[in-house]
């Protein structure tokens, strides 16, 4: 008999909603529960896509705005597959999934869409276009936060994006992809404590775990 899959659940949301922390704790709850789990995060920094997307981040370098969406994009499809020629590196996002290990994901299409489309001049529609076709995920939890409480957990960093102003901007956008029905969003109140956010994560991601092994992978915003 096949093994059954592992589920693929993002977390998205805007700065300091505690993403990071969240998935940790989420991977190490389900891997203490018996349930083979990996987290991992966009941008990858650690490729060679990654390390252009980060300069452009850290403001060390400029990229031009369409140019920079799709190395985000490119960056999410190098961790789907293995390149046909490049042997021996570890096994990427389809496998694991077939493996039966669950990835939680730190940020994910959405942010790449969100982010992109928060730019003047630019429309969600064309932003979303270079990621249709991804694994689809079968969970995404948007950490909700407002302007206001995110400002009260302290500054901002210095990385580009990393304002108010766009923060309120990239919001708006999230809330229009929440409105595609065919993505399982559920949004989670971030202005929670850890614990609780934590709570209210795990029962999402239990139930989203024993129904993926049943289902097949989808593609995603096709
Ligand atoms: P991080 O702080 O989670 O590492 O994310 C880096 C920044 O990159 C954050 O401001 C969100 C932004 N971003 C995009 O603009 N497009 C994308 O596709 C992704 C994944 C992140």
Wanted: proline share 4%; net charge neutral; glycine share 6%.
């Amino acid at each position: 008999m096949a093994r059954a899959r592992g589920a693929l659940i993002v977390l998205e949301g805007v700065d300091k909603a505690g993403k990071t922390t969240q998935c940790a704790r989420l991977v190490h709850a389900l891997q203490q529960s018996g349930r083979p789990a990996e987290m991992m995060r966009f941008p990858d920094r650690s490729t060679t896509i990654g390390q252009l997307i980060s300069a452009y981040l850290e403001k060390k370098s400029d990229l031009e705005d369409h140019t920079v969406h799709l190395l985000f994009s490119a960056n999410r499809w190098e961790r789907v597959y293995h390149a046909s020629n490049n042997r021996g590196c570890r096994p990427l996002m389809k496998k694991k999934l077939e493996e039966g290990i669950t990835l939680v994901v730190d940020r994910y299409a959405f942010s790449g869409a969100a982010f992109t489309s928060a730019k003047p001049g630019f429309s969600l529609d064309w932003c979303m276009k270079p990621d249709v076709g991804l694994p689809k995920p079968d969970l995404v939890m948007f950490l909700q936060l407002s302007p206001a409480e995110a400002a009260l957990r302290g500054q901002f960093g210095e990385e580009r994006y990393e304002t108010s102003a766009f923060q309120r901007a990239v919001q708006q956008q999230f809330e229009e992809l929440r409105k595609d029905s065919t993505v399982n969003w559920q949004v989670i109140d971030a202005s929670q404590s850890v614990d609780d956010v934590h709570k209210s994560i795990s029962s999402h991601s239990l139930h989203t775990v024993s129904a993926a092994q049943s289902l097949p992978l989808g593609e995603l915003w096709k």
